[in-house]
């Protein structure tokens, strides 16, 4: 199956469908909210019941009897405590907090990986991939749409390589996800930044000046008069982006941009969970069945507690 042209086709038949020209296209990339609720222990653990789970698991534990949330608890938190001492440190339960939040980028590998894994082998190579990907194109090296393929394998090619952190051209499950999301790992950072530059600096300086920076964002095509949004983010560039005030945006600059330093959610949650778990309070990282308890306590409303307390102690 040749996915590559699949997308592409049905990607520009949906910019060309639904985009206008004052429509502002976004390149920065945020955490979503562990949780759309309020994060008040006073009226109730509904927030970090999200952010232990996942929005989307959270709501599966609804309609879950005691015993099989109570089940299911203890396996993720044993799960949780990755060197198996018997404790949860901050830094595991912020690793936890972060898988759970990004259950949607695994699903979507899975989605993908059997597609790619030509010889079921568990793993796929930089060969498969583009294989699978390329097909077409490599039996018929100048195809009719004009498009470059060629730089686009290459470009693919080189993204692959940056996720393969052992360098044999094999990509595991975790390498693969860093491949298709490497917005999400702190390894491919600099892969992002150098292909955002590359779609914005169309005069190839290596730089990303105001009216590439803007011409990125805004086709001021047909429009008599540009939005108000589009003079804002001149505002921006020359008041944030461009820091060193030469009137372009370099590599340091760009990453500040497209992948800003945000309040880490994930790390106060598990700072907020250890305290809450550590009955002594003396160190950063709780025991397995204190955990355990707290996170009973995330699934069910303190009357379910005060029933399944002694069973779980």
């Not at 990986?113 to 583009?130: L, Q, T």
């Not at 955002?196 to 730089?207: H, L, P, R, V, Y």
């Amino acid at each position: 199956m040749e996915i590559r042209p699949l997308l592409m086709c049905f990607a520009l038949c949906v910019v060309y469908a639904t985009s206008k020209p004052t429509e502002k296209k976004e390149r920065i990339h945020h955490d979503a909210p562990l949780s759309s609720r309020e994060h008040d222990d006073a009226q109730g653990f509904d927030y970090d019941h999200d952010a232990f789970l996942g929005q989307k698991e959270a709501k599966s534990f609804d309609d879950l009897s005691p015993e099989e949330s109570k089940r299911r608890l203890g396996v993720i938190v044993e799960k949780i405590d990755g060197d198996s001492d018997g404790f949860v440190t901050e830094v595991e339960l912020k690793a936890w907090i972060k898988k759970a939040q990004k259950k949607y980028v695994y699903e979507n590998v899975d989605r993908q990986w059997k597609d790619f894994d030509v010889n079921n082998d568990g793993m796929i190579s930089w060969e498969e991939y583009r294989n699978v990907t390329y097909g077409t194109y490599l039996d018929d090296p100048e195809p009719d749409d004009g498009y470059n393929y060629q730089h686009m394998m290459a470009r693919d090619e080189r993204r692959f390589k940056m996720a393969d952190q052992n360098g044999d051209q094999i990509a595991n499950k975790e390498e693969f996800t860093a491949f298709l999301h490497p917005e999400e790992y702190d390894h491919m950072k600099d892969i992002v930044v150098l292909e955002t530059m590359e779609d914005i600096d169309k005069n190839g300086d290596g730089f990303i000046d105001l009216n590439e920076y803007i011409g990125d964002m805004y086709n001021h095509e047909d429009e008599m008069e540009e939005p108000d949004w589009v003079a804002t983010e001149r505002e921006q560039f020359s008041e944030f982006r461009d820091k060193n005030k030469d009137g372009k945006m370099d590599r340091e600059e760009t990453l500040d941009w497209i992948l800003p330093s945000d309040y880490d959610h994930a790390e106060a949650e598990a700072k907020h969970l250890v305290y809450e778990s550590d009955l002594n309070k003396v160190r950063q990282s709780c025991s397995l069945s204190c955990l355990y308890w707290f996170s009973f306590s995330l699934a069910f409303t303190h009357t379910a507690l005060s029933v399944f307390k002694h069973s779980i102690d």
